[in-house]
Nanobody, 125 residues
Framework: QLQPVESGGGLVHAGSSLRLSCDAS????????IGWFRQAPGKEREGVSC????????NILDSVKDRFVTSRDNGKNIIYLEMSDLTPEDTATYYC??????????????????WGKGTLVTVSS
């Protein structure tokens, strides 16, 4: 089954940094956009950031714009979500998803048809 694979989650203290990885090796970044999403317990899923090879990365969530950076491993289809100054409000399962460049709207998750299983990030106070 074609899907991206997340890794790097864990338990950290508030103020710490963590780097998540999305292995999107089954998807050509010439044709797919990669998005990071998160879902906290009891809350709806929200878009965190989007990456397109042609346009770079875009943070979607206002609360992370100054703390999270999305980047690509040069030469590989691995998209990183580098998170700093984490707070308990960042606790969630983080998902990586892929969608066609012309058939999806990453910020909302619309058309992002390929989803990973998620990696859990827990931030303690």
């Amino acid at each position: 089954q074609l899907q991206p694979v997340e890794s790097g989650g864990g338990l950290v203290h508030a103020g710490s940094s963590l780097r998540l990885s999305c292995d999107a090796s089954g998807f050509s970044l010439d044709y797919y956009v990669i998005g990071w999403f998160r879902q906290a317990p009891g809350k709806e899923r929200e878009g965190v950031s989007c990456f397109a090879a042609s346009g770079g990365s875009q943070n979607i969530l206002d609360s992370v714009k100054d703390r999270f950076v999305t980047s690509r491993d040069n030469g590989k289809n691995i998209i990183y979500l580098e998170m700093s100054d984490l707070t308990p409000e960042d606790t969630a399962t983080y998902y990586c998803a892929a969608g066609g460049l012309t058939s999806s709207w990453c910020p909302t998750g619309h058309g992002m048809n390929y989803w990973g299983k998620g990696t859990l990030v827990t931030v303690s106070s």
